[in-house]
């Protein structure tokens, strides 16, 4: 039945619709509507939210975060407190020490019974309470030796927490610069994708024109989807950064950067100044020094272990004693000077002193080993920051004229007097120019932060005079 015999029998529209009438539905179709704007309400609000949550950042905003949220900044502050409970324990031996003791004792010898006819009791009951003090007067240096090297335990820790600090802002500086890398990278190869699409609209244009092949129309397609590869990859490459630097800042929400690749040339300084710079301010050979002065208080230590010593002990205090039908309490003290000798301990003190010796004379080796390293290190980073700069140098004037070469090349390419491969090859040359150009700044950045956390000098405002 078409719709004129429906309308010449006077059917109704919404007979057809018997379950649904047209009011129903429309009701149903609005509040469709009304469900799917809430829902993208939704997401849009929590797209925003997120969105709000991304924090962008510049290199000293990254860099004071750090300091105060590091994890091994952290860590370095809690060996500082470490190191200071320390040496309160090492000093507290130099003070004199209290003690309070009492007592509650019952104590029964029936042995005692056959004694004087068992006159004497065999029942004792003791009550006391005493306020003990000790304090050392000679230990041969061994309290002195302890102080002492509780004391250069305090600048240890110092050096630990400017080794973890220095290292932090190599960290963070390393991971921003990776961004900022990543998005040029990404940058580049949205541009050489953009371009190769627009290549494949003026294949398709003059194929439609009759002017060119299926064979340019495919390869100007093709050239497209190996472009796309790229985009992704450097897109992941600048999550991959973020997430590194996010987790350097030991912070929940997601971070960006805001800050150039754009280095200023500076003089490369001399091998020899560098080298003396380091040598003064590198945190790891003054945390060294520091703990080779403290093994040598930890020899005299140890040395004094089998040597004389003398100290007061004295006591004040109440007691009450019971013997049997006797009761007697009052007051009770004593005092004297005490000399403890251990003149043989089974050579326990000379195995002590050998394994002193020993690990001094290993800290010594380390300081050695460690200036040869620092001088080594020394030379490549400043090959590092030369070669970096003289790349930098090189390629600066090269993304310019890539870029010249390509417009005249797309521009014959028009005309008909240059081919295709030419406008790729000159693509390829801008591409790698400006890749190579990105790549060149950033490592020449990341060069000058290495030269300076060789230095020991990272972050604290020390040049190299």
Known sequence: ????????????????????????????RFKGFLFVAASAFVVISQIAAHAAEVRTLT?????EIADSRNRDIQKAKEFFRQVEGKYVEERSAALPQFTVTGQVARQQD???????????????DTRSIEIGLSQAVFTWGKVGAAIRAAEKG???ADERLRISRQDTRRDVAVAFYDILLAKEQFAIARQNLDQKERHLDEAQRRYAAGVATDYDTLAAS???????????????LIRQAKDRLRFLLAVEVDVDVAGSLEAVMKPVPSYDETLTVARKHRPELEELRQRKEISVELVKIANAEDKPRLDIKGGYGWRQLDVGDAHGNGQAWSAGIFL???FFDGMKTRGKVAQAESDRRSIEIDEKKLSDSISLETRDAINTVKEAGEIVRALSGTVNQAERLL?????????GVKIRLEVEDAELNLLQARGNLTRARRDYLVAQVNLDRVMGVLGEGKSVN
């Open 1 to 28: 039945m078409n719709w004129k015999d429906m309308a010449s029998k006077g059917i109704k529209h919404n007979i057809i619709f018997a379950d649904f009438p047209l009011a129903s539905f429309a009701s149903l």
């Open 59 to 63: 290199l000293d905003q990254a860099l």
């Open 110 to 124: 029936k042995s005692q019974g056959v004694i004087a006819g068992g006159l004497i009791p065999t029942l004792e």
């Open 154 to 156: 305090f600048r240890t």
């Open 222 to 236: 093709v050239s497209v989807e190996n472009a796309r590869p790229e985009v992704i990859r450097t897109e992941n």
């Open 340 to 342: 403890t000798f251990p």
């Open 407 to 415: 417009a005249m090349a797309e521009k014959g390419f028009e005309l």
